[in-house]
């Protein structure tokens, strides 16, 4: 790992506390933090999350999207899983996004405190699924107007695709950490993602962090399939 400028973050996409250990000790040694979501802590709940991500670094991917004062009571109950990162939707507005940064401060020791990190536009989505729900012009337009609006508000990081990260640095420099899913090794098959890019190509745009699931978990061989985006990562 060391000499890697692009790290790898594992997404434990599951229901079930042994299985989601049993990926994170299979990609330990490649992996440089786990993710666990919306799937695995509606089904075990918020003890399970920090269990299962043992000593790893913990990117706590709930994607807050509500009220201020929801959001920002929500992030009030999280101070014991200690988590590296977390999100939140950057649609949910200005006030939102400061409401989240103001609780990541009161709710967080300072030299504790997970990085905020605001969803841009969900790699799942194109140009067409993002007219569907009202929003004119391309994706790349709305990811850069929404990291700046989250920028501006407090958030330390952007989540985004490959293809967004030059004109997120363009716009907004090197100051956003950028947290990268919609990653794909050649060959493997897309699924629900729409804009995608293969570890190797996210390297060379600048992704900070690339976050894969299916190829890993999915794999025949979760351990080798982790090793080989790890190598792909430090080539
Ligand atoms: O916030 C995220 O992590 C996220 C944002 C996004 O735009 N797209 C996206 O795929 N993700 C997450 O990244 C992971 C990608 O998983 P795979 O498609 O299986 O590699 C999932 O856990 C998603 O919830």
Redesign the pocket.
């Known amino acids: 790992m060391p000499g890697r400028s692009t790290r790898l973050i594992v997404?434990l996409?599951t229901k079930d506390t042994a299985q989601a250990v049993r990926w994170r000790e299979q990609a330990a040694g490649h992996a440089d933090a786990v993710?666990l979501?919306?799937?695995f802590t509606y089904a075990r709940g918020l003890d399970a999350v920090r269990a299962a991500a043992g000593d790893s670094p913990l990117?706590l991917?709930l994607?807050l999207h509500d009220i201020p004062n929801t959001v920002a009571s929500a992030i009030g109950s999280l101070a014991a899983l200690r988590p590296a990162m977390l999100?939140i939707h950057a649609s949910g507005g200005r006030a939102m996004i400061a409401a989240a940064r103001r609780a990541v401060d009161e709710t967080f020791p300072s030299g504790s405190r997970p990085l905020l990190?605001a969803?841009?536009?969900?790699?799942?989505?194109d140009t067409q699924g993002l007219h569907e729900v009202g929003v004119p012009g391309s994706v790349e337009e709305q990811v850069v107007r929404l990291g700046r609006l989250a920028m501006e508000s407090g958030a330390d990081g952007l989540?985004?695709?490959s293809h967004e990260i030059t004109p997120l640095r363009r716009a907004l420099g090197d100051g956003p950490v950028l947290?990268v899913?919609?990653?794909?090794p050649a060959g493997s098959a897309l699924?629900?993602?729409k804009r995608v890019m293969t570890p190797a190509q996210a390297r060379a745009a600048g992704a900070d962090w690339i976050?894969?699931?299916?190829?890993?978990?999915?794999a025949p061989d979760p351990a080798a399939a982790a090793a080989a985006i790890a190598a792909e990562l430090s080539a």
């Open positions: 997404a996409d993710k979501g919306l799937e990117f991917d994607k999100t990190l969803v841009t536009v969900l790699t799942s989505m989540v985004c695709s947290v899913p919609g990653i794909r699924g629900d993602q976050v894969v699931g299916r190829p890993i978990t999915r």
